[in-house]
């Protein structure tokens, strides 16, 4: 164990992980490492296929055939993850560590009321009383936003929104120190979006857990993360304090993500997007992942990957041309 | 005032605009045959597509923005209203089905390129069949070096070799380039976009709205670009319309409607867009309580009017009439009779 991971509630530390398909191994995650301090909402960004979804299935060791880890640590305050049994690991997830699902409508049963799809977790994994975890049900919509009247509604008597705070009050349901959100707002209205992000900072605040929040949309994150991540086919790029990864992106990718967004409000400026398409993961780029999309690359870029640098501000980059930051 | 909106920037000569929209709605059955009730999707729509501009049409699901534009391609009947393509009224003139001579005109993208394309078919095929069908191109020659052609104009290069390629061995963002391909071959003058962009991945999604912008500018064609996505609708729509619920409730143009909302759900839904330029320095979003109401048999009134912080007893009787703010910008809510 690291120094620096000293205190981290969550430290993941050079993770590969592999899915073995018919057209060879994919790379999904290739040696990744980053932490969660207690009470930290690191947001990890990055497009399909990038990697982000099976850091969070990792973490909880709920990798399916044919995906392995073939390396790396996950460390959860100070324990490896990845060295624990069975019976280790059941006593472990959802006191440690919750998943928020991406899809509410596939996560809930749709044939078993909300408050028992609560409860269950409960009386299962802190053998709690059932009246005692109907209480505490009652308490979770509360806290989330849902009327506790609608406690025996089945999922489908649930607007979308509603149903995705279900699956937070679930998640919540044994008051974990760290909860994984996987794209929670992504097949929700804008407004309803906003209503449950508003929802989850609100909850961080009161019960200081701590979030690893993954998405495709960099620009939640600014008003959400302290920390963000970008993901590259499977690397992380570029990783630094939130504020600090907007107005200064280093890397050429984060940058092209920025310019992917056009935004609602200052003046109108035309955007390019990234030229290129992301990579197939068969058979990846050499050296830098990034280089054939690159307006900056040279030589050098398609032989090695780059070493990662980090500046005075803790702004880590892995690039051997970064922006020099400052404009956007 | 009546909904006929007085037409804005209308181009010399043009005596009608290309596509004006008139009352047009759509109501679902549903139920038994004993006890039919109507799903309200859309009610009393009207607007106009002047030719080479980008209409914006932005709202969440549900607000019946897709079955707006699904009737105005025709793929489903409207209940009432009228569809008026360069002065003809085609649903009178063109009762039970449209015109080959009116597909041709309007050409429809949908959103998701990876069940829009034929997984059999090369993307060639694709191409070479609106060509056929729709006299085009005759010659096996002419068809090939056409194919060729609208391939390169949607950035699908070396053009030769795509056309070879199945779609399965192409990306999201390049399904959708031949989507679009298909929709120009047979030279329309308006396409009808759906969320073309919702399902491709962020990095690739502004060279999709580009290539329509380039459309717009180079073949002068009009697109109704539908999203609930409201930056991108500033980013491309010359106009936006905003629809909630299955009406439009405000219009005009885009940076107007951006900068002065004028209906309170377009300020909800304004403030609802993440903006990391605004995000950390004012986070004031205004809040609508509750959900999308129900659209089987709705009370009268604006459909707002229950999450509507401003609500009056007025706008529980009747939808409020079309009221222009100035010659660029209108809206349809009480706070401003």
Same mark, same amino acid.
Request: with cysteine; net charge neutral; charged share 20%.
């Given at each position: 164990?690291?120094?620096?991971? #000293?205190?981290?509630?969550?430290?993941?530390?050079? !993770?590969?992980?592999?899915?073995?398909?018919?057209?060879?191994?994919?790379?999904?995650?290739?040696?990744?490492?980053?932490?969660?301090?207690?009470?930290?909402?690191?947001?990890? +960004?990055?497009?399909?296929?990038?990697? &982000?979804?099976?850091?969070?299935?990792?973490?909880?060791?709920?990798?399916?055939?044919?995906?392995?880890?073939? $390396?790396?640590?996950?460390?959860?305050?100070?324990?490896?993850?990845?060295?624990? =049994?069975?019976?280790?690991?059941?006593?472990?997830?959802? &006191?440690?560590?919750?998943?928020?699902?991406?899809?509410?409508?596939?996560?809930?049963?749709?044939?078993?009321?909300?408050?028992? /799809?609560?409860?269950?977790?409960?009386?299962?994994?802190?053998?709690?009383?059932?009246?005692?975890?109907?209480?505490?049900?009652?308490?979770?919509?509360?806290?989330?936003?849902?009327?506790?009247?609608?406690?025996?509604?089945?999922?489908?008597?649930?607007?979308?929104?509603?149903?995705?705070?279900?699956?937070? +009050?679930?998640?919540?349901?044994?008051?974990?120190?760290?909860?994984?959100?996987? *794209?929670? @707002?992504?097949?929700?209205?804008?407004?309803?979006? &906003?209503?449950?992000?508003?929802?989850?900072?609100?909850?961080?605040?009161?019960?200081?857990?701590?979030?690893?929040?993954?998405?495709?949309?960099?620009?939640?994150?600014?008003?959400?993360?302290?920390?963000?991540?970008?993901?590259? +086919?499977?690397?992380?790029?570029?990783?630094?304090?939130?504020?600090?990864?907007?107005?200064?992106?280093?890397?050429?990718?984060?940058?092209?993500?920025?310019?992917?967004?056009?935004?609602?409000?200052?003046?109108?400026?035309?955007?390019?997007?990234?030229?290129?398409?992301?990579?197939?993961?068969?058979?990846?780029?050499? $050296?830098?992942?990034?280089?054939?999309?690159?307006?900056? +690359? /040279?030589?050098?870029?398609?032989?090695?990957?780059?070493?990662?640098?980090?500046?005075?501000?803790?702004?880590?980059?892995?690039?051997?041309?970064?922006?020099?930051?400052?404009?956007? | 005032?009546?909904?006929?909106?007085?037409?804005?920037?209308?181009?010399?000569?043009?005596?009608?605009?290309?596509? *004006?929209?008139?009352?047009?709605?759509?109501?679902?059955?549903?139920? =038994?045959?004993? &006890?039919?009730?109507?799903?309200?999707?859309?009610?009393?729509?009207?607007? #106009?597509?002047?030719?080479?501009?980008?209409?914006?049409?932005?709202?969440?699901?549900?607000?019946?923005?897709? =079955?707006?534009?699904?009737?105005?391609?025709?793929?489903?009947?409207? @209940?009432?209203?009228?569809?008026?393509?360069?002065?003809?009224?085609?649903?009178?003139?063109?009762?039970?089905?449209?015109?080959?001579?009116?597909?041709?005109?309007?050409?429809?993208?949908?959103?998701?390129?990876?069940?829009?394309?034929?997984?059999? #078919?090369?993307?060639?095929?694709?191409?070479?069949?609106?060509?056929?069908?729709?006299?085009?191109?005759?010659?096996?020659?002419?068809?090939?070096?056409?194919?060729?052609? !609208?391939?390169?104009?949607?950035? !699908?290069?070396?053009?030769?070799?795509?056309?070879?390629?199945?779609?399965?061995?192409?990306?999201?963002?390049?399904?959708?380039?031949?989507?679009?391909?298909?929709?120009?071959?047979?030279?329309?003058?308006?396409?009808?976009?759906? %969320?073309?962009?919702?399902?491709?991945?962020?990095?690739?999604?502004?060279?999709?709205?580009?290539?329509? *912008?380039?459309? #717009?500018?180079?073949?002068?064609?009009?697109?109704?670009?539908?999203?609930?996505?409201?930056?991108?609708?500033?980013?491309?729509?010359?106009? =936006?319309?905003?629809?909630?619920?299955?009406?439009?409730?405000?219009?005009?143009?885009?940076?107007?409607?951006?900068?002065?909302?004028?209906?309170?759900?377009?300020?909800?839904?304004?403030?609802?867009?993440?903006?990391?330029?605004?995000?950390?320095?004012?986070?004031?979003?205004?809040?609508?309580?509750?959900?999308?109401?129900?659209?089987?048999?709705?009370?009268?009134?604006?459909?707002?009017?229950?999450?509507?912080?401003?609500?009056?007893?007025?706008?529980? %009787?009747?939808?409020?009439?079309?009221?222009?703010?100035?010659?660029?910008?209108?809206?349809?809510?009480?706070?401003? *009779?």
């Amino acid at each position: 164990m690291n120094a620096e991971d #000293k205190g981290a509630l969550l430290a993941v530390r050079d !993770l590969s992980v592999e899915y073995l398909t018919p057209r060879g191994a994919v790379k999904a995650v290739d040696h990744v490492s980053f932490q969660i301090q207690p009470g930290e909402v690191v947001g990890l +960004a990055g497009e399909s296929g990038s990697g &982000k979804s099976t850091i969070a299935h990792s973490v909880l060791r709920i990798l399916r055939p044919p995906a392995v880890i073939s $390396g790396g640590e996950i460390l959860f305050r100070g324990d490896d993850i990845l060295g624990m =049994t069975q019976q280790q690991l059941e006593a472990f997830r959802w &006191k440690n560590v919750a998943l928020v699902f991406q899809s509410a409508m596939n996560a809930l049963n749709p044939v078993v009321s909300v408050v028992d /799809q609560v409860t269950d977790t409960m009386m299962v994994h802190q053998k709690m009383p059932r009246k005692e975890a109907e209480a505490r049900a009652t308490e979770l919509f509360r806290v989330v936003g849902i009327d506790p009247a609608r406690l025996h509604s089945y999922p489908h008597e649930l607007s979308g929104g509603m149903r995705q705070r279900a699956v937070i +009050a679930i998640a919540m349901a044994l008051n974990p120190p760290l909860l994984i959100m996987d *794209e929670p @707002t992504t097949a929700l209205d804008v407004v309803v979006q &906003k209503e449950i992000l508003r929802q989850i900072i609100a909850l961080k605040r009161d019960f200081g857990f701590s979030i690893l929040f993954i998405t495709h949309d960099l620009s939640l994150l600014v008003e959400l993360a302290d920390t963000i991540a970008i993901m590259y +086919a499977g690397q992380i790029v570029e990783q630094a304090g939130s504020r600090e990864l907007f107005d200064h992106p280093r890397h050429h990718y984060t940058q092209g993500l920025m310019n992917s967004f056009p935004s609602i409000s200052g003046p109108k400026r035309r955007l390019t997007g990234i030229p290129g398409a992301p990579p197939d993961m068969v058979a990846p780029p050499s $050296g830098c992942r990034f280089h054939p999309r690159c307006l900056a +690359a /040279q030589a050098c870029c398609a032989e090695k990957v780059p070493a990662p640098t980090m500046d005075e501000n803790g702004h880590h980059v892995v690039c051997y041309f970064p922006l020099e930051g400052g404009e956007r | 005032m009546t909904q006929s909106a007085p037409i804005v920037n209308e181009k010399e000569g043009e005596r009608f605009p290309l596509l *004006e929209v008139q009352g047009l709605t759509k109501h679902f059955p549903m139920g =038994t045959f004993f &006890k039919t009730r109507f799903v309200h999707a859309v009610e009393d729509v009207s607007f #106009k597509v002047q030719r080479g501009e980008v209409v914006a049409l932005v709202g969440e699901s549900g607000s019946g923005k897709s =079955t707006t534009i699904r009737m105005v391609a025709r793929l489903i009947d409207a @209940t009432r209203g009228s569809i008026v393509y360069q002065g003809e009224d085609v649903l009178h003139t063109e009762r039970t089905h449209a015109s080959l001579r009116y597909r041709s005109k309007v050409q429809m993208i949908f959103q998701d390129p990876f069940s829009s394309l034929n997984g059999v #078919k090369s993307i060639g095929h694709h191409l070479e069949r609106p060509l056929q069908i729709h006299g085009k191109a005759t010659t096996r020659a002419e068809i090939r070096s056409r194919v060729e052609e !609208l391939l390169t104009s949607v950035g !699908l290069n070396p053009a030769w070799e795509f056309a070879g390629k199945y779609p399965h061995e192409l990306s999201g963002g390049q399904r959708q380039r031949v989507a679009i391909a298909r929709a120009l071959a047979v030279e329309p003058e308006l396409i009808l976009a759906d %969320e073309p962009i919702s399902m491709l991945d962020v990095s690739i999604r502004m060279g999709v709205l580009n290539l329509i *912008e380039a459309l #717009k500018e180079e073949n002068q064609i009009a697109f109704i670009y539908i999203t609930h996505d409201l930056a991108s609708a500033r980013y491309i729509g010359d106009k =936006t319309m905003v629809m909630y619920a299955g009406r439009m409730v405000e219009g005009g143009e885009s940076e107007e409607l951006m900068h002065h909302p004028a209906h309170p759900y377009t300020r909800v839904l304004i403030s609802a867009v993440p903006d990391p330029h605004a995000g950390l320095r004012t986070n004031q979003a205004v809040a609508a309580r509750g959900e999308i109401p129900s659209l089987i048999e709705p009370p009268p009134g604006c459909p707002f009017a229950p999450r509507c912080a401003q609500v009056m007893p007025a706008c529980r %009787e009747a939808m409020p009439p079309v009221r222009w703010l100035n010659d660029a910008h209108w809206v349809r809510c009480m706070l401003y *009779e």
